[in-house]
């Protein structure tokens, strides 16, 4: 498990048994989706994963955002703040396509836009 992640190991942080439970959980989401319907879920989790940074308490349209990882779909089976590297394995996704991703919804592609 330690493998799947970055340096500071975030899915140890975790029961093992759980994080288990939710990684299987997340395949099974995925299973049989196809390749499009993949990129349009995982642009859609990406924009569930991201959080505003307002440099202005006052201002609440910030344009500055972070994100927040997250593994899972429903507050009982997810895994909060794990880093890219565990997200990207946890949804069988790679860099340059969470990169794309990103990036995508940086620029407010929604999900009926045929990107790819």
Not at 12 to 22: A, P, R, T
Not at 72 to 92: D, L, T, W
Not at 96 to 104: F, G, H, P, Q
Request: one cysteine or more; charged letters at 20%.
């Amino acid at each position: 498990m330690g493998s799947h992640c970055c340096g500071a190991q975030c899915l140890l942080k975790y029961n093992s048994e759980s994080v288990i439970d939710i990684l299987v959980s997340v395949q099974n989401e995925l299973s049989g989706f196809s390749r499009d319907e993949k990129k349009n879920f995982m642009r859609d989790k990406i924009r569930n994963c991201v959080v505003p940074v307002s440099l202005d308490k006052q201002q609440s349209d910030a344009k500055n955002f972070h994100y927040l990882w997250v593994i899972g779909s429903n507050e009982q089976m997810c895994i909060k703040g794990v880093c890219r590297i565990a997200f990207c394995n946890a949804y069988g996704i790679g860099h340059t396509l969470l990169e794309t991703l990103c990036s995508e919804v940086k620029q407010g592609v929604r999900l009926t836009e045929q990107v790819c």
